[in-house]
């Protein structure tokens, strides 16, 4: 049996990934299709917004863990 150790554990993500990838497209200058298929998008494109998706997440990661580590 496969395990697909892919999928979401929250649903609500899902949803929260869709409305952050429009937003970094925007604040890319990139228009978003207006139909939702991404395919006639750039590869180039694309991965620019994969990046700045990542950059974004991994920021929000670090901020959460510098509030739960305790000061020495």
Do not use: H
Request: glycine share 8%.
């Amino acid at each position: 049996m496969a395990n697909n150790s892919n999928r979401l554990l929250l649903q609500q993500a899902t949803r929260a990934l869709q409305d952050m990838k429009y937003e970094v497209a925007t604040e890319l200058g990139i228009t978003p299709p207006s139909d939702g298929y991404w395919g006639f998008v750039s590869s180039f494109e694309n991965g620019s917004i994969g990046g700045s998706i990542t950059r974004k997440l991994v920021a929000f990661a670090q901020e959460r863990l510098a509030e739960q580590t305790p000061e020495a």
